[in-house]
């Protein structure tokens, strides 16, 4: 079983910045795959970045320039860094784990992000 804590969501101003956070309880190196997904009301989960099981980071469009995922093996956390916010951010943001070797997929409880205009 795997658990993982996110951190750092919160109330921002449109065209600020936030940094999440989430940890997991075992290591997270390649080719385990790591990232963030978010769900707007009434929307389907979204990728917003991931490293790929090749440790490749991968970003939704909608993130490109706007957002940097990053990793500490050492501490098993995985950042997503998140500037110039806007109000169509505002999502709950959910930390993702695929563990490479049994194939299986965790979540975590979910951090809400909301960017006021």
């Known amino acids: 079983q795997v658990q993982l804590v996110e951190s750092g969501g919160g109330l921002v101003q449109a065209g600020g910045s936030l940094r999440l956070s989430c940890t997991a309880s075992v290591n997270i190196i390649s080719p385990n795959a790591m990232g963030w997904y978010r769900q707007a009301p009434g929307k389907q989960r979204e990728l917003v970045a991931t490293f790929s099981s090749g440790g490749t980071p991968n970003y939704a469009d909608s993130m490109k320039g706007r957002c940097t995922i990053s990793r500490d093996n050492a501490k098993n956390t995985v950042y997503l860094q998140m500037n110039s916010l806007k109000p169509e951010d505002t999502a709950v943001y959910y930390c993702?784990?695929?563990?490479?070797?049994?194939?299986?997929?965790?979540w975590g409880q979910g951090t809400q992000v909301t960017v006021s205009s």
């Open positions: 993702h784990a695929h563990m490479y070797y049994s194939n299986l997929n965790y």
